[in-house]
């Protein structure tokens, strides 16, 4: 089992940066790929970006692609999300997952954390 943790969230305008974090426990994070997706209000979940187990291959939704930015730092248990230039629509519960395949896409998922909110104000 794997336990994911999301933090970092927050409001921020139009224009600024945020930077999430996925800490795991449980078992080591080397071990998988690495998804972020999100989910606005009234819409499914979707892909932002993945990973793969080394951190050297990484795959991104045209749509925030060049703003948004994934790490990971296998010491650490952690995967990271850089997101600068945020906009409006960027505005959603953002979900960090672990699978066994890459790239990782939202049905792939094998664990999942609870999500954390990032609101863009215009």
């Known amino acids: 089992q794997v336990q994911l943790v999301e933090s970092g969230g927050g409001l921020v305008q139009a224009g600024g940066s945020l930077r999430l974090s996925c800490a795991a426990s449980?078992?080591?994070?080397?071990?998988?790929?690495m998804g972020w997706f999100r989910q606005a209000p009234g819409k499914e979940r979707e892909f932002v970006g993945t990973i793969n187990l080394t951190g050297r291959y990484t795959n991104y939704a045209d749509s925030v692609k060049g703003r948004f930015t994934i790490s990971r730092d296998n010491a650490k248990n952690t995967v990271y999300l850089q997101l600068n230039t945020l906009k409006p629509e960027d505005t959603a519960v953002y979900y960090c997952a672990a699978g066994v395949k890459f790239p990782l896409m939202v049905n792939e998922g094998q664990y999942w954390g609870q999500g954390t909110q990032v609101t863009v104000s215009s």
């Open positions: 449980g078992r080591t994070l080397s071990n998988y790929a």
